[in-house]
């Protein structure tokens, strides 16, 4: 049973044209919600920690918000250097693994100019 | 600082063979862990480690072995490779706030 959703799985936007990207997640307590981008080829980059609901943090043309069941990575204005896969990742409170992440499946993004 | 590093950034195993993936830190984290990941899919965890000398599995640990004998080390081995172990495997550690910093990863091929 997945504890993390994200959606759309791809998502084709035009230069300029903002959007957003959808995490869902079923854990009981959340300790921290993290997003990475992921470039081909390549280990996933960490972008935003969120640890408590109503918290948003920003970066370039990237933000992030959470809320008790859902983030969001809202895009502004995004350029073609903004394509990449998008993961969204949960730690439970609690759990077997100390620090364990659960990682969704992630939402490829293209941009395209 | 490297980060995480890994090595080799590419391997084409024939069935049956052996092989240990390397992995190293220069952040003096504790926590460091072993994912793969499969096209379509998220990142399984095979592996953990919360300091030298302390293992434990994660979801996906049939077919590998971990050891950590120090803390900037920790190297996955895959004892007779099956073609369902083909796929990109990360290396990662914990910083202060949770947050997980993964190496380039290694992308394995058995035939």
């Known amino acids: 049973e997945d504890q993390v959703t994200q959606s759309p799985e791809a998502l084709r936007l035009q230069e300029g044209e903002s959007s957003s990207l959808n995490c869902s997640y079923t854990?009981?307590?959340?300790?921290?919600l993290f997003w990475y981008r992921q470039d081909p080829g390549k280990g996933p980059e960490f972008l935003f920690t969120l640890y408590s609901a109503g918290e948003e943090k920003e970066k370039e043309r990237l933000k992030a918000t959470l809320t008790k069941k859902e983030s969001f990575l809202h895009i502004t204005a995004p350029k073609p250097e903004d394509s990449a896969t998008y993961l969204c990742a949960v730690c439970p409170i609690g759990g077997s693994t100390l620090g364990r992440l659960y990682f969704g499946r992630g939402t490829q993004l293209t941009v395209w100019p | 600082n490297a980060g995480v590093t890994q090595t080799p950034k590419f391997r084409i195993l024939k069935i049956g063979q052996s092989m240990t993936l390397q992995c190293a830190q220069d952040m003096n984290h504790n926590y460091m862990y072993w994912y793969r990941q499969d096209p379509g899919m998220g990142l399984k965890l095979i592996y953990y480690?919360?300091?030298?000398?302390?293992?434990d599995k994660g979801e996906v640990p049939n077919g590998y072995n971990v050891s950590r004998s120090t803390t900037e080390d920790f190297p996955l081995r895959l004892e007779l490779a099956a073609p369902s172990q083909t796929s990109v495997y990360f290396c990662?550690?914990?910083?202060?706030?949770?947050?997980?910093?993964f190496g380039p990863g290694t992308r394995l091929t058995v035939t």
């Open positions: 480690s919360v300091g030298a000398g302390i293992t």
């Open positions: 990662a550690s914990t910083g202060q706030g949770g947050e997980q910093y």
């Open positions: 854990v009981s307590g959340l300790r921290g």
